[in-house]
Nanobody
């Protein structure tokens, strides 16, 4: 099983950018899908972005444009670039590689 570990969560101000990393315990070359999800206070966990083995991307509602998912297979790492962050982006961001979930990393956007 691939065990993803998220990192890069931080406290930032509105309008700033942040890049999250998801590093796997083994090669991600053969995985079917890598997804970033988030759990914001008071809401259900939602899809932010997903990247398939065919290198196609899918974004959750309202996510495309400010969020970009990518991967570096040589580093067994996937990324989530987040731009123009808003207070409503505050939450715990999770990485899932196929059916394997990480523990999450906290992102706080506040002035």
């Amino acid at each position: 099983q691939v065990h993803p570990v998220e990192s890069g969560g931080d406290s930032v101000q509105p309008g700033e950018s942040l890049t999250l990393s998801c590093t796997a315990s083994e090669s991600i070359s053969g995985v079917f899908v890598i997804g970033w999800y988030r759990q914001v206070p008071g809401k259900q966990r939602e899809l932010v972005a997903a990247l398939t083995s065919a290198d196609t991307t899918h974004y959750g509602d309202g996510m495309e444009g400010r969020f970009t998912i990518s991967k570096d297979s040589a580093k067994n790492t996937a990324y989530l670039q987040m731009n123009s962050l808003k207070p409503e982006d505050t939450g715990v961001y999770y990485c899932a590689i196929d059916q394997n979930w990480g523990q999450g990393t906290q992102v706080t956007v506040s002035s």
